[in-house]
């Protein structure tokens, strides 16, 4: 701070102890044997109105010993709260650095995070996924016979497409497909109904099963 604020708020402050002492300055003038401009120039902060040299200053040590004020420790206390309010000011510009900082740092470690969770989770769809495709029934359709079929022959082809990797059984029986998956196999059928049981099953898979009723007059 420069010298003329703080001699501002020294002449603000002996203008305010005369004024709670009720005193003129004009006539604190003439007791002191001081010009009244003099002391205003002093109560205003315009010193460089005052006489030049020491003269001058023994008029500001008369009128601030007249009105009880310690300039001295008035400094000193000035001081103490410039300090305070730059060690303040100094705490907030660390604190808002801290922030700017701990922002800088904050955004790339939420970034990675973020990576991290969705590539978790896109493993874990896969897995779900790989392991869905691996339990699942494989497709299976029967081309014949027809389910409910009423015939006078004591023998059938049972033909059907499934998938490749899928292992075929007929009433328990295994069958072979070809490389495209299709079967078929000649079932002896006796007299009456004859239950067929059709299933493919891949490994660690569920099995697919179709029934098929043929009546034998």
Not at 54 to 62: M, P, V
Not at 150 to 159: D, E, G, Q, Y
Not at 178 to 206: E, P, V, Y
């Amino acid at each position: 701070m420069d010298k003329k604020p703080i001699q501002i708020e020294i002449g603000n402050n002996l203008k305010k102890i005369r004024e709670e002492h009720r005193l003129d300055i004009v006539d604190v003038a003439k007791t002191l044997k001081i010009k009244p401009e003099f002391l205003e120039s002093i109560e205003i902060g315009a010193w460089q109105k005052l006489p030049f040299g020491f003269y001058g200053r023994r008029i500001k040590k008369e009128y601030q010993a007249y009105l009880g004020f310690d300039e001295e420790k008035f400094r000193k206390e000035i001081g103490h709260h410039q300090e305070k309010e730059t060690g303040e000011a100094q705490a907030d510009l660390f604190f808002r650095y801290k922030i700017i900082k701990d922002k800088k740092i904050f955004w790339p470690v939420i970034l990675k995070i973020s990576i991290l969770i969705i590539a978790v989770l896109g493993c874990i769809i896969y897995l779900i996924f790989y392991l869905n495709n691996i339990s699942k029934p494989p497709f299976l359709e029967i081309t014949e016979p027809a389910n409910g079929l009423i015939t006078n022959n004591h023998a059938i082809i049972v033909s059907g497409h499934t998938e490749l990797e899928a292992q075929i059984q007929i009433n328990g029986e295994l069958v072979l497909g070809d490389n495209n998956g299709f079967f078929s196999k000649n079932i002896i059928l006796h007299q009456g109904i004859n239950n067929i049981t059709i299933s493919a099953q891949k490994k660690h898979g569920r099995a697919q099963s179709i029934k098929r009723y043929i009546l034998v007059e």
